[in-house]
């Protein structure tokens, strides 16, 4: 049963061509450079004097979720045309709450991250639904993970570099 076995995965394998191969490779760095690099601008630590301070009457909340987390919350504002997003790592079930706790018509005031427009800390007269500086601390650690998964897609770009190179007189790569 073992050489059956054998067999039929040595027949049912398929290489990557060259171009495949190629295509693997362009991918991997194009999405290592978005993880790496573009999450570490979006998420940049910034001071409170460098966020977009925004003053809007509140109107509602739209919650995005995915299986087992929240994807980000999309806050919406009377007369503006500007939805921000609260990034999923900033956003629990106790953010939620207090969003619930907002009455509709209520003015409150907003600090954008000036890169991405996401919403650092929102504030009523007084409350501070959500926070500043834990805000920035969730989005670091985001854009921190983010880029260990950047450097992952660079290492499999250079594997497969290294393999399509061994492989190129062959004219077939086995990865």
């Known amino acids: ?19 495949e191969a190629i295509l693997v490779m362009i991918g991997m760095l194009f999405l290592g450079t978005v993880f790496s690099v573009g999450m570490q601008y ?45 990034d999923g790592s900033c956003a629990t079930e106790e953010l939620i709450n207090l969003l619930d706790a907002i009455p509709a018509g209520t003015e409150v005031s907003i600090l954008l991250h000036p890169n991405s427009d996401t919403v650092l800390e929102i504030a009523t007269e007084d409350r501070i639904i959500l926070n500043f500086e834990e805000s920035l601390r969730n989005l670091t650690r985001e854009a921190t993970a983010f880029q260990y998964i950047g450097w992952f897609l660079y290492a499999g770009a250079i594997v497969t570099g290294i393999k399509l190179i061994r492989g190129w007189k062959k004219g077939y790569i086995r990865i």
């Open 42 to 86: 979006w998420n940049k630590p910034v001071e409170r004097a460098e966020a977009i301070p925004m003053t809007a009457v509140y109107a509602s909340y739209d919650v995005a979720r995915s299986r087992h987390s929240i994807r980000f919350i999309q806050l919406s504002f009377q007369g503006n045309e500007i939805s921000p997003d609260i």
């Open 1 to 19: 049963m073992g050489a059956r076995s054998r067999a039929y995965r040595n027949m049912h394998t398929k290489s990557l061509g060259r171009i």
